[in-house]
T-cell receptor
């Protein structure tokens, strides 16, 4: 069974640009979670999508947004990139029990 | 607010036991988790414990929970070089379904 996949692996952008990160959950999982892992910090929760709806949002500005598609894959968009947005962005998925989250390998975003 | 604290580094010799400690502040925690992150990889769930349990053992891993002191520990018996990784403690409370993570403990295992 394939795990959670994320693309791209690495992304380099400049300040002010927009970044789009993608995530495909494990087959049968309906929930997708996004986290930011900045250097030296733990995981900071960004967004939770379940059955196509945004269920919860972390303490991040509105320029962090996303969506979940009918096939349950998800996209994270970061507008007006700032240097501090440089981080590893992790996606996780879970089934409808929400008990266990399975993580993808992450997308390393570098903002220059 | 919620907070999860862990020490940043732990160094052990191969074959010894490792004990990684974690403290949390939310008294309504329901689930407490330990995740492992190897270099360049995402997080892998190692084990979790319900807040009404004191201990859980799974092969080389032992989780101890002191709910009164809000202290969680992960013991790895017979630590191997392949156990070198960052270990994250996380807690989830009140049916939020969103764990709060600590900053992670880097475990270094040397021969």
């Amino acid at each position: 069974e394939a795990g959670v996949t994320q693309s791209p692996t690495h992304l380099i952008k400049t300040r002010g640009q927009q970044a789009t990160l993608r995530c495909s959950p494990i087959s049968g999982h309906t929930s997708v979670y996004w986290y930011q892992q900045a250097l030296g910090l733990g995981l900071q929760f960004l967004l939770w999508y379940d059955e196509g709806e945004e269920r919860n949002r972390g303490n991040f500005p509105p320029r962090f947004s996303g969506r979940q598609f009918p096939n349950y894959s998800s996209e994270l968009n970061v507008n007006a990139l700032e240097l501090e947005d440089s981080a590893l962005y992790l996606c996780a998925s879970s089934d409808s029990s929400y008990n266990e989250q399975f993580f993808g390998p992450g997308t390393r975003l570098t903002v220059l | 607010g919620e907070d999860v604290e862990q020490s940043l580094f732990l160094s052990v010799r191969e074959g010894d036991s490792s004990v990684i400690n974690c403290t949390y502040t939310d008294s309504s925690s329901t689930y407490l988790y330990w995740y492992k992150q190897e270099p360049g990889a995402g997080l892998q769930l190692l084990t979790y414990i319900f807040s009404n349990m004191d201990m859980k053992q799974d092969q080389r891993l032992t989780v101890l929970l002191n709910k009164k002191d809000k202290h969680l520990s992960l013991r790895i018996a017979d630590t191997q070089t392949g156990d070198s990784a960052i270990y994250f403690c996380a807690e989830e409370s009140g049916g939020s379904y969103i764990p709060t993570f600590g900053r992670g403990t880097s475990l270094i295992v040397h021969p």
